[in-house]
């Protein structure tokens, strides 16, 4: 009674149903790739991107739209008006060392660029005949004054005249008198200096036979130095004794006071110019006397003065204009320029406190115009 059901269709069944689910597993696959693809490249951008710089300050600059420029302010700043002129370095006092005698040197006690003082024997003449006419005159300073002493002790007595006595007294008087002359002579032989200084070169030695004409040796104080210089007649005025003014020497950067201490009393007719000399101190002798000197001689100073810096002028044949910063854009404006220096220039018209100056780039330029400023000062 029992039947057995057949198997095959069933295992046939089976077979049939689990072939496609094999197949499908590596087509399912794929697709999701390909899905997934746009998705992973979105994600790979974003991630590259975060990871580049941000742009800089002047990439951005860049795009902003203008000529880029530099700019400056106007302020009020104090103005010297300044004159230049050159002078010269001249000792505080300076002499030429000579004798007064003829005589043969006997000693040189001092060497050449020494600093001296005041009475420092230089040169020892010889005063050997002068010293034995002394010594004469000594003996017979000796007598008369006895003879004037014994017509003296007569006259009181009354065993002299007046007269025998005038006479004794006159000749003690003329000796002592010719003693004096004598001594200022020998003096003389001991040459000393006559201000305290330097000694420059010498120009004799012991053995040498010296004349007044014959100079031995200059001596300069140049513990403090005159500087000469003259200014034209119409600033004769502005430069008074007392006023400081600097200067600057060959070969050194060094700005060095000195004081005005004197003016010429005239203007000189040749060159319509009026001499002033001042003093400037020289503790380190770095001043050598001679030198010319460049001055910059401060005439008159003002406290609100317009300056701008030099770059920024444009000049013309009809004269100066610079560029003005207006609503954003370049407005070329016509302006009178005054006193200058290594760096500014003053401007007596045309511009205001507030105004904003272009100082570079100024021939990409045009009226009217677009600027963007990059720095302001």
């Given amino acids: 009674m029992n039947r057995l059901l057949p198997t095959r269709p069933i295992d046939h069944r089976l077979?049939?149903?689990?072939?496609?689910?094999?197949?499908?597993?590596?087509?399912?696959?794929?697709?999701?790739?390909?899905?997934?693809?746009?998705?992973?490249?979105?994600?790979?951008?974003?991630?590259?991107?975060?990871?580049?710089?941000?742009p800089s300050a002047s990439t951005a600059i860049a795009a902003a739209p203008g000529i880029p420029a530099d700019a400056h302010v106007v302020t009020p700043g104090e103005v010297k008006q300044l004159l230049e002129i050159t002078g010269t370095l001249a000792a505080n006092q300076e002499v030429a060392i000579s004798s007064e005698l003829t005589k043969k040197v006997v000693s040189v006690p001092v060497r050449e660029g020494n600093i001296v003082a005041k009475g420092t024997l230089l040169f020892q003449l010889d005063d050997a005949d002068l010293q034995a006419q002394l010594e004469r005159l000594r003996q017979q300073e000796k007598l008369a004054a006895l003879n004037e002493g014994r017509m003296k002790d007569l006259i009181a007595h009354d065993a002299a005249s007046q007269q025998d006595y005038d006479q004794a007294a006159t000749n003690l008087a003329v000796l002592k008198a010719e003693i004096r002359a004598l001594q200022t002579t020998i003096d003389k032989t001991r040459i000393r200096a006559p201000f305290s200084g330097r000694i420059g070169i010498i120009r004799t030695y012991p053995g040498a036979l010296v004349s007044p004409s014959a100079p031995l040796t200059t001596i300069v104080d140049d513990a403090q130095l005159k500087?000469?210089?003259?200014?034209?007649?119409?600033?004769?005025?502005?430069?008074?004794?007392?006023?400081?003014?600097?200067?600057?020497?060959?070969?050194?950067?060094?700005?060095?006071?000195?004081?005005?201490?004197?003016?010429?009393?005239?203007?000189?007719?040749?060159?319509?110019t009026l001499m002033v000399r001042a003093l400037a101190p020289n503790p380190k002798n770095k001043l050598v006397v001679g030198q010319s000197a460049r001055l910059a001689i401060a005439l008159r100073t003002s406290g609100d003065a317009l300056q701008i810096p030099s770059q920024s002028l444009m000049p013309s044949s009809q004269g100066y204009s610079v560029f003005l910063l207006k609503s954003g854009k370049a407005a070329l404006t016509p302006v009178v320029v005054g006193q200058r220096d290594a760096n500014n220039v003053q401007i007596t018209s045309g511009i205001h406190i507030g105004d904003t100056v272009i100082v570079s780039n100024q021939l990409r330029l045009s009226p009217n115009a677009d600027v963007r400023i990059v720095n302001i000062k």
């Fill in 15 to 54: 077979r049939t149903s689990s072939a496609p689910a094999m197949k499908s597993t590596p087509i399912a696959t794929s697709l999701l790739l390909i899905l997934s693809l746009p998705l992973m490249i979105f994600l790979h951008a974003c991630a590259s991107r975060a990871n580049e710089p941000a």
């Fill in 227 to 272: 500087v000469e210089f003259s200014v034209p007649e119409k600033y004769a005025t502005l430069v008074t004794p007392g006023k400081a003014q600097t200067f600057t020497v060959e070969g050194d950067s060094t700005e060095y006071k000195a004081t005005v201490t004197s003016k010429e009393s005239f203007v000189d007719q040749s060159t319509r």
